[in-house]
């Protein structure tokens, strides 16, 4: 099975949901913003990555737990992905998740001057706030989505 947790830029809400799925980032705390940079490839992503799979790792049930930033396509990526999926054949071994509804306006600023403008120095400190005070949603989703899958 697949897992790709997508958001709208591929570089803030759906790698810590990947990490948390993973185990990399706690599920029982808010790490620090520390934790996060050193952790994962927070805030790293650019425009010429939007549409690419990224695999982050195999979970303990030898699923793979991939990202994807899809900009504001969500409903045509999602209906390519699942029909590119049905025609291989494997119904149900891919599993999107879209982790975008849980970003709140500080990470679309800070993600916006981060991301979009260069302006890391501003907008990562910004869109980190932004990302621990969402944490537990993610968490949520994340926890939902192995409790849907594995019954954990």
């Known amino acids: 099975m697949i897992i790709i947790y997508h958001c709208s830029g591929g570089s803030h809400s759906s790698?810590?949901?990947?990490?948390?799925?993973?185990?990399?980032?706690?599920?029982?705390?808010?790490p620090s913003p520390k934790e996060i940079i050193e952790k994962t490839n927070f805030d790293t992503s650019c425009k010429k990555e939007w549409g690419l799979i990224k695999v982050v790792g195999i979970d303990d049930h030898g699923?793979?737990?991939?990202?994807?930033?899809?900009?504001?396509s969500a409903n045509i990526v999602i209906q390519a992905l699942n029909s590119l999926n049905d025609l291989l054949g494997n119904k149900g071994d891919l599993q999107l998740i879209n982790i975008h509804t849980n970003v709140n306006l500080l990470m679309k600023i800070g993600g916006f001057l981060s991301r979009g403008c260069g302006?890391?120095?501003?907008?990562?400190?910004?869109?980190?706030k932004g990302s621990l005070d969402a944490y537990y949603n993610i968490v949520?989703?994340?926890?939902?989505?192995?409790?849907r899958l594995y019954k954990e």
């Open 140 to 147: 949520e989703v994340v926890k939902n989505v192995k409790y």
């Open 63 to 72: 699923t793979v737990i991939c990202t994807m930033g899809r900009r504001f």
């Open 15 to 30: 790698v810590l949901a990947a990490h948390i799925h993973l185990g990399i980032l706690p599920s029982d705390r808010i």
């Open 119 to 128: 302006m890391v120095a501003i907008g990562r400190p910004i869109v980190i």
